[in-house]
Nanobody
Framework: QVQLVESGGGLVQPGGSLRLSCAAS????????VGWYRQAPGKQRELVAT???????NYLTSVKGRFTISRDNAKNTVYLQMNSLKPEDMAVYYC??????????WGQGTQVTVSS
């Protein structure tokens, strides 16, 4: 329904911060929920955070207090603010809605590297 494109990844030192963006080709108002996912090498993709149309959020336990998911409907963009980054956060991060997840449609993602 809506194309989502991730950006904002990069190289950061442990304890650093990054802000990921998930830009939609259309209005995100009509999307029930958007999630940020990540996949590290050799591991399954895991759900990091979600935000629904009512603004309700959920987080992976390991990122609670460090990551914040938000949305800007005017910009048709969902964000993931990542603070206090740890090496275990290193992964390719993806955003997706429930339709994309159901159909296994994924974008290219954005690489987050946490290293000294």
């Amino acid at each position: 329904q809506v194309q989502l494109v991730e950006s904002g990844g990069g190289l950061v030192q442990p304890g650093g911060s990054l802000r990921l963006s998930c830009a939609a080709s259309g209005s995100i108002v009509t999307i029930d929920a958007v999630g940020w996912y990540r996949q590290a090498p050799g591991k399954q993709r895991e759900l990091v955070a979600t935000i629904d149309s009512d603004g309700r959020t959920n987080y992976l336990t390991s990122v609670k207090g460090r990551f914040t998911i938000s949305r800007d409907n005017a910009k048709n963009t969902v964000y993931l603010q990542m603070n206090s980054l740890k090496p275990e956060d290193m992964a390719v991060y993806y955003c997706n809605d429930h339709i994309g997840v159901k159909l296994n449609y994924w974008g290219q993602g954005t690489q987050v590297t946490v290293s000294s």
